[in-house]
């Protein structure tokens, strides 16, 4: 069994997808560890705010077994392959991290480059695995978050339960 995190992102219709990934992603690996939700504007196109948040889930799916079971996901809640890479979504889950695993595994680069490059993917993840190190940096995901320079990428906690 290994530990693996997972971004959910959703500009479309943003509390009905959380919602649903949520349950999708219960319903295949049990108790799941969920940070809070986050708005954040779009990053590299004009478009609606995004909903934002990591989930952690234990699994014994190989990398290829637990992407192939995202991207279902995904399609059941209507995301389109043939849009443009920066654009609206509908639902977005990412493979994060993968236990410590780093290097392309299925095809999958792990870990993302996003859970440092960007807010809306650290800060929930240090939220929740602060404590967790990173496989190619060796700090904590804390650390890496107290020391992200890029700010300028605004995002705030939503209060989600008054969302639902």
Not at 135 to 143: E, L, T, W
Request: net charge negative; hydrophobic share 35%.
């Amino acid at each position: 069994m290994v530990r693996a995190y997972i971004s959910v992102g959703s500009n479309t219709d943003r509390e009905c997808n959380v919602v649903g990934a949520l349950d999708a992603l219960s319903e295949v690996y049990g108790e799941l560890v969920v940070s809070s939700v986050f708005e954040s504007e779009s990053v590299g196109f004009e478009g609606d705010p995004f909903y934002n948040l990591v989930v952690g889930v234990d699994t014994v799916q190989t990398v290829a077994e637990l992407s192939d079971t995202l991207r279902s996901i995904e399609d059941r809640f209507g995301r389109k392959r043939d849009t443009p890479r920066f654009s609206g979504r509908t639902l977005d889950l990412d493979l994060l991290t993968y236990a410590d695993v780093a290097g392309v595994v299925a095809g999958v680069t792990l870990p993302r480059g996003e859970t440092t490059e960007h807010a809306y993917v650290l800060r929930p993840l240090a939220e929740i695995a602060g404590e967790e190190i990173h496989p190619i940096s060796q700090r904590s995901y804390a650390d890496l978050w107290r020391e992200f320079d890029n700010r300028e990428q605004r995002l705030w906690p939503v209060d989600f339960s008054n969302s639902q």
